[in-house]
């Protein structure tokens, strides 16, 4: 059987490199990157050829060499604001495309991708790999099995690092589309619209604040946010979106969940698999992760399906990442707004 070749679209992402050197790992697998648009890199971010050096992987300067190479696949890891024509330059080259989320920051751009995938008989998928964890597919398990009875509400939060610390895109309000509600209510909302057999949300209040990093002037964009999503199905859920984690801390930050139904309550921490220690030598608290790569279960499942053809079982699909990205339109509009937004 012969390789298959994957391509990779931009290095802006803080993922580009994790996935890149993931994809480079497997087996049968060979991997050709490209990143000529790091015109609005921060200086000193390692961009472009000498971030493919450090990773290990091929290199080409251009998007068009990477798809005269022929790929099968590829994954967009370019600013948010940029999904839109890397997503529709894969669709016109017959290619089935893996975007970093969120799938845009507009709905119209999200409609347009999902549409040009569509009408070119690609696959488009959303990368939310929490979708893959063992504490989240034991939650789904027990919703479905009706260990839960009836679920009424949900505590979500995706707290984390604030990114522009690493990529300065993150804080840009045109590149991203905003902060971290942007950044951050897409995990859980997609959690929800996965574990609910995709009930719409029916409104979505929201509040934001730059109270986090308000002293910093490279961060114009809200730093913290709380949402209220109100579903068909009748239940309320609650996400916390914040960049909440102190730079310094040993993890990045983390994803948690409380399903709350009529019968019983459901807790998980996404990624909570660590055994916790104190440092003599640095005088600082220390965490060991182990358990799954949630990443590398996405992309085989991206990569490979389930062998017949069908969708990649577990991966977000282009429709789904449209929904997320419409809940984060309405709460940005509830946040300007002062008011609760409703979805049709």
Request: charged share 20%; proline share 4%; hydrophobic share 45%.
């Amino acid at each position: 059987m012969k390789d298959l070749k994957v391509g990779v679209l931009s290095f802006a992402h803080v993922h580009a490199g994790g996935f890149a050197r993931l994809l480079a790992s497997m087996d049968g697998v060979r991997v050709l990157a490209a990143d000529p648009d790091t015109d609005l890199a921060a200086p000193g971010e390692v961009r472009g050829k000498d971030f493919a050096a450090q990773l290990g992987v091929d290199y080409v300067d251009t998007y068009e060499e990477l798809f005269a190479w022929g790929p099968d696949k590829v994954v967009v890891c370019s600013e948010n604001a940029r999904h839109r024509p890397l997503v529709e330059l894969a669709a016109s080259h017959g290619v089935d495309v893996l975007c970093e989320k969120p799938l845009a920051t507009t709905v119209e751009d999200g409609e347009a991708m999902v549409e040009a995938c569509r009408a070119a008989g690609v696959r488009l998928a959303v990368a939310h790999p929490v979708r893959f964890s063992p504490a989240y597919l034991a939650v789904r398990a027990a919703v479905r099995a009706g260990t839960a009875g009836e679920v009424l509400t949900v505590s979500g939060a995706n707290n984390g690092y604030m990114p522009g610390a690493r990529r300065r895109w993150f804080t840009d309000p045109e590149l991203a589309g905003g902060g971290a509600l942007m950044d951050h209510t897409v995990h859980i909302a997609d959690l929800l619209d996965d574990l609910f057999d995709a009930s719409p949300v029916t409104s979505v209040y929201a509040q934001t604040n730059n109270v986090l990093y308000a002293d910093d002037e490279d961060v114009p964009v809200e730093t913290a946010g709380l949402l209220t999503l109100t579903y068909a199905n009748g239940a309320v859920a609650t996400i916390d979106c914040s960049w909440s984690q102190p730079q310094h801390h040993p993890a990045w930050g983390g994803l948690a969940m409380q399903v709350i139904g009529d019968r019983a309550t459901i807790e998980m921490d996404a990624f909570d698999q660590k055994l916790h220690g104190f440092s003599e030598a640095s005088r600082s608290g220390i965490e060991l992760a182990y358990g799954v790569d949630l990443d590398a279960l996405m992309l085989r499942a991206f990569l490979y399906g389930t062998g017949d053809g069908t969708a990649p079982v577990g991966v977000t699909d282009g429709a789904a990442g449209l929904r997320t990205l419409r809940i984060v339109a309405a709460a940005y509009e509830s946040a300007r707004e002062g008011r609760a937004v409703t979805l049709g």
